[in-house]
């Protein structure tokens, strides 16, 4: 869909919780950043309303 808004979300990792979803979602790996001692997971997306 052309025009949909993009949302914005930030996520704060521990490490554990980075490796978990890396596992399991080996592209969420480009979203991730470390800053801080923690990671942050700033996926974009665009709302899908039914």
């Known amino acids: 869909m052309t025009g949909s808004p993009v949302e914005k979300v930030v996520l704060q990792l521990n490490t554990r919780a980075k490796s978990l979803l890396v596992e399991e979602y080996p592209l969420a790996e480009r979203d991730l950043k ?10 974009t997306f665009r709302p899908t309303f039914f």
Do not use: A, I, K, S
């Open 34 to 43: 470390r800053e801080d001692g923690t990671w942050l997971l700033r996926p």
